[in-house]
């Protein structure tokens, strides 16, 4: 039986590639259930209908959420993109464009190890001169 998420014959992919097709399957599906539930929250006017709806919605953004993470553990370049792009205020394709180009220029860590733009841990928040004005 062939499934549509391989566009290679199943028996020759590693598990762990099968694995990986199964969670971006899993990830497209919590996407279209979410849009489902916000067209249907959209229209609903019953409150106790849209009460259940939302909690519903709600669950399917916790399994997306699940999911990306998982994908994203599999894939630390597609993780440190995500890093470059996600929570973050500003132009998004702009962050994005940032973020592949430090990617692909050795890493958003600049070799450090660290996230971009993580605080460096050799740096004094001031905490010290805050401690000696309190004695």
Known sequence: MGFEQYHE???????????FARMCANLTEEAEAIGWYEQRLSLEQDP????????????????????LEFLLRAKPVWREIARGVLF???????????????VESGGADGGTGRRAGAPDPGTSLGIGSLKEGLG
């Open 48 to 67: 106790v209908a849209r009460s259940i709806m939302e909690n519903s919605q709600v669950e399917e953004y916790k399994h997306f959420s699940m999911q």
């Open 9 to 19: 014959p199943a028996g020759e992919l590693p598990a762990e590639v099968r694995t």
């Open 88 to 102: 973050r205020d500003g132009d998004i394709a702009a962050n994005a464009s940032a973020a592949e180009h430090a």
